[in-house]
């Protein structure tokens, strides 16, 4: 596609339970990555993969967060056991080896 | 660690007012510098970047960005907002030269409200 697609574009937990949020990058970009938006706040950092190697997940809030990318494309966000303060716009990126980093549409959590 | 302070939370113009939207950032070593911006209803679009070379930057739909080194400053300007401008503007960072390929930091971003 032409763009960073996500899926789903919003999803609705109820406390408790697992979430899994997925990214497609833009063809052919090396990196990818995921930042968390909560309202009224710019994007953070969560973690970034250089094809399939999480280079950095220094900031993951916790051990309920994981992140793959299996085949170096393709990549989840994986959100264990969620809780309300995980309520929040999930974004993914991606780029070229050395560049400007592409936004996907994000996915829209909502944890009750 | 880095940190990016965007001072204007929300700013209310008139169509064809100047724009002066204020950044600044924390790290005092080689950065990288990037306006996004974020329509109604729409994704993170890049307005514009610095990397290296002229302070000046031009970007899209007459933007521009001064980087001021001495100031830890990246303020966006434009001449003449329209309306069609209405949109949330967030300011970043990331460390290294050459658009090194790394982690963003944002400010928390101003909301401008473009009244016809």
């Known amino acids: 596609g032409a763009g960073v697609s996500q899926s789903p574009r919003y999803k609705v937990a109820k406390r408790g339970q697992d979430v899994a949020l997925r990214c497609d990058p833009i063809?052919?970009?090396?990196?990818l990555f995921w930042y968390q938006q909560a309202l009224g706040q710019g994007p953070e950092f969560l973690t970034y993969f250089q094809n399939e190697a999480q280079l950095d997940k220094s900031g993951l809030p916790s051990d309920r967060f994981f992140a793959e990318r299996p085949e170096g494309s393709v990549s989840t966000l994986k959100i264990q056991r969620t809780q309300q303060e995980d309520s929040a716009v999930y974004l993914c990126?991606?780029?070229?080896?050395?560049?400007?980093?592409?936004f996907g549409p994000g996915t829209r959590l909502t944890v009750l | 660690a880095q940190s990016v302070s965007q001072h204007n939370h929300h700013v209310i113009l008139s169509e064809a007012a100047s724009l002066e939207l204020g950044c600044n950032y924390s790290?005092?070593?080689?950065?990288?510098l990037f306006w996004y911006v974020q329509y109604p209803g729409q994704h993170l679009q890049l307005l514009l970047k610095y990397f290296s070379g002229d302070p000046l930057v031009k970007g899209i739909k007459g933007f521009e960005a001064e980087f001021i080194k001495s100031k830890f400053s990246f303020n966006l300007r434009k001449p003449s907002v329209q309306w069609s401008d209405t949109a949330e503007y967030f300011c970043?960072?990331?460390?290294?030269?050459?658009?090194?390929?790394?982690?963003?930091?944002f400010g928390k971003g101003t909301l401008l409200t473009v009244n016809p």
């Open positions: 970043a960072v990331n460390e290294g030269s050459g658009g090194s390929n790394y982690k963003l930091t």
């Open positions: 063809s052919g970009h090396v990196s």
């Open positions: 790290y005092g070593g080689t950065v990288n």
């Open positions: 990126a991606s780029s070229a080896h050395a560049g400007t980093q592409y």
